[in-house]
């Protein structure tokens, strides 16, 4: 029987039922799929003749229907503070980001879905830059595989989506990722070390109630009305506040999963004791959390941070009116001027 050559697909963006597929195809004992499970994910080698226990010809047919990294170059930025960024570059030319964020005994990984973002958030410089493409599942599980040996020798206990891109954008790779960061055989981060953070694109939230999956999700709201949503999220207009907070409710309802609110602090913007009362007001039906997070300023757009002092007091002001509020700070000072948005990645500083 002979088929059609297969469009080469990276190594890291299949599951494991996938590689059982492709040993039937290529008519392997179904055990060579966990060997090469093993080799990806235990061994974590990243060429194909290293894997010494398969037969020698398939490797090579192996190296070309399914490539293993994805990248062309791969550069390196430290911050004082231990935030290390990795710039990647995919085959075609697209640098991407991915940021460790070290605090404590916690090693969190910050990784993009897509190489540009379509929804032109007003103060997200991924968002300034306009939309390239999405990318593959490989291509976001591979910023995990070399930001784990950027940290080496410590490990990665955390990941966070919410790098360029917006994952519901790009649902089934990045879910896809998800499953095989989760793979307890794999690389084996549990569901709850996993978060997804949404501009609000209501289907997906809705889709992944349905998952089960016992991940994180994060919402970023930034306003508490749709007059001012809408002005800074464009995305509002499609998904208005009462339309995505019914969802939120929902998918609390089914899955029992706390939703996480962020919200970005403008001077003057939203900021104001009115706005957190209109917020409370907002959230505690859905029986949210709220992550308050200070502006980190971006080229072009011309809002300001507030003033620590106002941060805290807004923080305090949902706090009293009985919302779980943490009050981030900046990390990663000094490897900001190419980083659009990564630097955004703040440790918590409970309030
Ligand atoms: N697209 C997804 C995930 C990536 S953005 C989303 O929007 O949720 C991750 C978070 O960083 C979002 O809450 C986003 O609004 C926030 N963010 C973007 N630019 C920022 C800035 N300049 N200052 C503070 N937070 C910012
Ligand atoms: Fe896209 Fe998120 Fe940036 Fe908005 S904040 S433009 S959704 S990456």
């Known amino acids: 029987m002979n088929s059609e050559p297969a469009t080469p697909r990276l190594a890291w963006s299949l599951l494991q039922p996938d590689w059982l597929e492709v040993c039937k195809a290529a008519r392997q004992p179904a055990f060579r799929a966990r060997q090469i499970w093993k080799w990806l994910y235990q061994e ?12 020698a010809a398939w490797r090579k047919e192996l190296a070309v229907s399914h490539p293993l990294t994805p990248w062309a170059a791969e550069e390196r930025q430290v911050a004082d503070d231990g935030v290390t960024k990795l710039l990647l570059t995919c085959r075609d030319g697209q ?44 291509e976001i599980v ?58 609000g694109v209501v289907p997906g939230i809705r889709r992944l109630a349905g998952e089960n999956l016992q991940v994180e999700l994060s919402v970023s709201l930034h306003a508490p009305t749709d007059e001012l949503r809408s002005r800074i999220m464009p995305v509002n207009r499609k998904w208005p506040l009462a339309e995505l907070l019914e969802a939120c409710a929902e998918y609390t309802e089914r899955t029992g999963r706390i939703i996480t609110f962020e919200y970005t602090l403008v001077d003057g913007l939203n900021d104001s004791p009115e706005h957190a009362d209109a917020l409370l007001a907002r959230i505690r039906p859905v029986r949210g959390r709220v992550n308050l997070i200070p502006l980190s300023p971006v080229e072009g757009y011309e809002g300001r941070t507030p003033t620590r002092a106002t941060c805290e007091a807004y923080a305090r002001r949902l706090s009293q009116g009985g919302l779980n509020v943490t009050l981030r700070q900046s990390r990663g000072g000094g490897i900001d001027a190419a980083c659009g948005q990564l630097r955004l990645r703040r440790s918590a500083a409970r309030t």
């Open 142 to 199: 591979g910023q995990y595989m070399a930001a784990s040996r950027a940290a080496a020798p410590r490990r990665i206990t955390n990941l966070v989506v919410m790098g360029m891109g917006e994952p519901f954008a790009n649902y089934d790779a990045t879910l896809r990722a998800v499953r095989i960061f989760n793979d307890y055989d794999g690389i084996g981060i549990g569901a709850r070390r996993i978060t997804l953070s949404t501009c």
């Open 44 to 55: 974590r080698v990243d060429n194909w003749e290293s894997m010494t226990n398969l037969p």
């Open 95 to 138: 640098a991407i980001e991915t940021v460790l964020i070290p605090a404590d005994e916690r090693l969190t990984l910050c990784v993009s879905t897509q190489a540009g973002c379509a929804f032109g958030c007003a103060f997200c410089a991924t968002g300034r830059g306009g939309y390239v493409r999405d990318l593959d599942a490989g």
